[in-house]
């Protein structure tokens, strides 16, 4: 068990660029989150799989967000046309039932 | 959802117990009660949770009020590595989205 992993760990991106980051979750467990948490807040989800399949987003993810898990393996979080606003800690978990959630160390992004 | 009120933050000698209070009188019937911490720079971390008996586990014990309107997160011997943010979260097993509220931030004084 190795843990969830993320990457990159930072990225800092000129406002109107794409960015992509990445999460690997323990293997075996089928259920993958996204969050995102600004400073001196808690994490506000953003959207979950269940194996391949994208069952719930929130309404914070907007049509410039689009998140991938192909393979019900490792996931993407894409941000198009990034915005000031955008900037955050992206945070992955992942877990094998409801009951408990094992999370990534994050991604921050820095918009500029 | 359940709504939840915890202290902004907490302070707490090394070496010594810590009981951090979280009320939740909105919480249904079918809620468990969730608390996961963040350590600085680092994601969330699942400490315990409870439906209505006390638990205990090798990180905290929980403690559940009979109403279960309120509960206590007790840490029993800090350390300067227990420094972290505490959510304490109203969570249905079947959901699988956790919804974070502010938490406290605990200080540990060595």
């Known amino acids: 068990d190795t843990g969830v992993s993320q990457d990159p760990r930072h990225k800092i991106t000129k406002r109107g660029q794409n960015v992509t980051f990445r999460c690997d979750p323990i293997?075996?467990?089928?259920?993958l989150y996204w969050y995102r948490q600004t400073l001196g807040q808690g994490p506000e989800f953003l959207t979950y799989?269940?194996?391949?399949?994208?069952?719930?987003k929130s309404r914070l993810l907007s049509d410039r967000f689009s998140a991938e898990r192909p393979k019900g393996s490792f996931s993407t979080l894409e941000i198009q046309r990034t915005e000031q606003g955008d900037s955050a800690m992206y945070l992955c978990a992942s877990s094998s039932d409801t009951s408990k959630q094992y999370f990534g160390p994050g991604t921050r992004l820095t918009v500029t | 959802d359940a709504k939840t009120t915890q202290p902004n933050s907490m302070e707490s000698n090394e070496e010594e117990p810590v009981h951090l209070p979280c009320n939740h009188s909105t919480i249904s019937g079918t809620d468990y009660i969730h608390w996961y911490r963040q350590l600085p720079s680092q994601g969330p971390e699942y400490v315990i949770h409870?439906?209505?008996s006390n638990v205990n586990n090798r990180m905290a014990s929980l403690a559940i009020a009979e109403d279960r309107k309120s509960s206590t997160l007790i840490l029993h011997r800090a350390t300067l590595r227990d420094a972290a943010v505490y959510y304490c979260i109203p969570h249905m097993n079947r959901d699988d989205k956790i919804i974070f509220g502010k938490g406290t931030r605990l200080h540990i004084l060595p």
């Open positions: 293997s075996e467990h089928n259920r």
């Open positions: 799989f269940q194996n391949e399949a994208q069952l719930e």
């Open positions: 409870g439906l209505t």
